[in-house]
């Protein structure tokens, strides 16, 4: 027999009698001179046999004082890294934690079969990867994804952030972490305001005050309004992100797209038109700038809008391209009331028409009322 193996033949009968704070303070100093001294091979191969061994300690102290001794170090056997991360909690974190030794897929197994106390650990170390976040994205509870979220160090992606907004969304604590974000994408930017307006709609207080039906109504206004807010403030590489959330979400409807139209929200309504139609969006942009009646009518009609509201959308594109040479801030006024003049007055105006223009017309007065309210609240603070 070796040297090698008399000497943990030794450690490993004396470590039968000797005390568990004995035997913690040797699992320290054991776990260093491992990571710290130079050794011949078998001596390394004898002091791991013997860690590995005191994974098995009956005392938590002595576990302790081993992952104390080695969580932070790169050439830490793997072997004794996997199995502490599975003890109990206090020693389990300390390797978790800390340990450069992990790969992705073992703190995404650890997460998957952990505790929260396990997923709280992962989404606090000092670097989490996206694959590691998309895995705490989808199944962390509250405080496991505020965690993750507090981390600066914890890399999220686009994906992975929509997905923590669909499943806590409502969390307002949760919904603030994400909107404080300067980089939050806007399809998830929109759906954590449906989140907010759901959250007013539910109040005890606004419920016992309004009635449903109107509401309803005011939110949905409310929805629809900070929707287009958000599309005319949204980077241009972000815009077919949020066409592609929105038509999947049944929001690019008629009433919405003429909303934004009339708005000026012109990027974000040619992104809209490329999703509907999947026109090369330069030719789209074309189109909607310089073409003639029947080429935008056309492109309206193959974005799925039928003949008697297109007919509509094409006048509105032919008002703004007016309108946008002279207006500032009150496009959506100008050119939804050059519409009603026109469309009102005409004889047999297409119902489905006359619909879409008093929606319009009806935001249109719900704008110029903030506006006026917006005024007097600055005009209040300038006289005091």
Not at 152 to 158: G, T
Request: hydrophobic residues 45%.
């Amino acid at each position: 027999m070796s040297g090698h193996y008399v000497i943990i033949e030794a450690f490993l009968r004396w470590a039968e009698t000797a005390k568990a704070e004995g035997r913690a303070r040797a699992a320290n100093a054991l776990g260093r001179a491992y990571l710290q001294s130079v050794m011949p091979a078998g001596e390394r191969e004898a002091a791991e046999m013997a860690m590995t061994y005191l994974l098995d300690d009956p005392s938590p102290r002595v576990r302790l004082a081993l992952a104390e001794a080695v969580a932070r170090a790169p050439n830490t056997p793997r072997g004794i890294i996997l199995s502490l991360a599975e003890d109990q909690p206090e020693i389990a974190g300390q390797v978790i934690l800390l340990s450069p030794v992990f790969t992705d897929g073992d703190l995404i197994d650890l997460a998957l079969r952990g505790s929260d106390v396990t997923r709280v650990l992962i989404a606090s170390r000092g670097q989490v990867s996206r694959p590691v976040s998309a895995a705490l994205a989808e199944i962390g509870g509250e405080t496991e994804i505020l965690c993750l979220l507090e981390n600066d160090a914890a890399s999220l992606s686009r994906v992975s952030l929509k997905r923590i907004a669909e499943r806590l969304g409502d969390h307002a604590e949760i919904r603030g972490l994400l909107l404080a974000r300067d980089t939050l994408p806007s399809d998830v930017r929109h759906l954590l305001m449906r989140h907010v307006c759901a959250a007013l709609s539910s109040s005890s207080l606004i419920q016992a005050t309004i009635d449903a039906g109107r509401l309803q109504h005011i939110t949905r206004e409310a929805s629809e309004t900070a929707t287009v807010s958000i599309a005319g403030s949204v980077q241009q590489d972000d815009i077919p992100h949020l066409a592609e959330h929105l038509r999947q979400s049944g929001w690019l409807t008629p009433a919405f797209l003429m909303h934004a139209l009339c708005s000026g929200k012109v990027d974000f309504f040619a992104g809209a038109i490329t999703n509907l139609s999947g026109c090369d969006e330069r030719r789209v942009r074309s189109i909607l700038s310089t073409g003639r009646v029947y080429a935008v009518r056309a492109l309206y009609e193959s974005a799925g809008l039928p003949r008697d509201i297109s007919v509509v959308f094409v006048e509105a594109t032919l008002i703004w391209r007016e309108a946008s040479q002279t207006s500032g801030g009150g496009m959506l006024d100008n050119v939804s009331v050059r519409l009603m003049r026109k469309f009102h007055v005409a004889e047999r105006s297409p119902a489905a028409a006359i619909q879409l223009l008093d929606m319009v017309e009806k935001i249109a007065n719900a704008e110029r009322r903030q506006t006026a309210r917006s005024f007097a609240a600055l005009a209040a603070l300038a006289a005091a």
